[in-house]
C-alpha cells in the first residue's frame, strides 16, 4: 500500500526550513528517502529502521515515529541544489516488495 | 565504477511487439528491482528479487516479466507491449533487502504507439 506523503509541493526561499511527511496506515520495518532531480534517477538520502534512531547528514535529517508509522524529512536552510521531488520509501517486512510515496516537488528559490 | 546499468535508455516500439529491458550491476547486490514512473504517481513497483532465481511480483506486475539467472541481471520483458506501459522505467539495486540503499540505473523511456 502506498504511503502518503504531504505536502505534495513546497516553496521556499534559500534559507528557510521545510519538513516533508511520509505516513503509512501499516506497521513499518524501514523508511528511505530520495531525492530525484528532473530528468535524473533518485538518489538516496537515508534509511530508517524500526526501533532505530534519527537520522541525518550535512543539513539533512529525518525521524521515524513507529507509533505513527510516520516519517518526517527536514531540510535546514534550505539551498538551491536542495530543488527536486523527495520520495519516500517503505517496507512492511523485510523481504517483501518496497513502495514509494507519490512525492513531494520541492523548489527553492533565490 | 559502481554502477546500475539499463539498456536501451530510449525506445519507441508498437503494441504487441515483444522488448526486454536489460539491467546490469556491477556491486555484487542481492537485490534487484524494476519501477516504473508515472506523473504524479510516483514510482510504482514492478517486480523484485531478493536473490537469484527468487522473484516475486510488486505493485503493478500485469504485462511485465522479470529473471534472475544470474546475480548481476535482472531484465524486464514485456511480452505484448501496450501503450498503457507507456512509461519511464528504473532499475534499482541493494546489497539487501530494505535495509540497504537503493542504487538506480539511469532509467529506460519507453514509448507504445
Known amino acids: 500500500q502506498q504511503p502518503v506523503q504531504s505536502p505534495q509541493a513546497v516553496i521556499l526561499r534559500e534559507g528557510e526550513d521545510a519538513v516533508i511527511n511520509c505516513s503509512s496506515s501499516k506497521a513499518l520495518y524501514s523508511v528511505h528517502w530520495y531525492r530525484q532531480k528532473h530528468g535524473e534517477a533518485p538518489v538516496f538520502l537515508m534509511i530508517l529502521l524500526k526501533g532505530g534512531e534519527q537520522k541525518g547528514h550535512d543539513k539533512i535529517s529525518a525521524s521515524f515515529n513507529e507509533k505513527k508509522q510516520q516519517s518526517s524529512l527536514y531540510l535546514t536552510a534550505s539551498q538551491l541544489s536542495y530543488s527536486g521531488t523527495y520520495f519516500c520509501?517503505?517496507?512492511?517486512?523485510?523481504?517483501?516488495?518496497?513502495?514509494f510515496g507519490p512525492g513531494t516537488r520541492l523548489s527553492v528559490l533565490p | 565504477e559502481a554502477q546500475v546499468t539499463q539498456n536501451p535508455r530510449y525506445l519507441i516500439t508498437v503494441t504487441g511487439k515483444k522488448l526486454t529491458v536489460t539491467c546490469s550491476q556491477n556491486?555484487?547486490?542481492?537485490?534487484m528491482s524494476w519501477y516504473r514512473q508515472d506523473p504524479g504517481l510516483g514510482l510504482r513497483q514492478i517486480y523484485y528479487s531478493m536473490n537469484v532465481e527468487v522473484t516475486d511480483k510488486g505493485d503493478v506486475p500485469e504485462g511485465y516479466k522479470v529473471s534472475r539467472k544470474e546475480k548481476r541481471n535482472f531484465p524486464l520483458i514485456l511480452e505484448s507491449p501496450s501503450p498503457n506501459q507507456t512509461s519511464l522505467y528504473f532499475c534499482?539495486?541493494?546489497?539487501?533487502?530494505?535495509?540497504?540503499?537503493?542504487?538506480f540505473g539511469e532509467g529506460s523511456r519507453l514509448t507504445v504507439l
Open positions: 556491486m555484487n547486490h542481492e537485490y
Open positions: 520509501g517503505t517496507e512492511q517486512n523485510y523481504g517483501q516488495n518496497f513502495v
Open positions: 534499482a539495486s541493494s546489497l539487501t533487502g530494505g535495509t540497504g540503499e537503493l542504487f
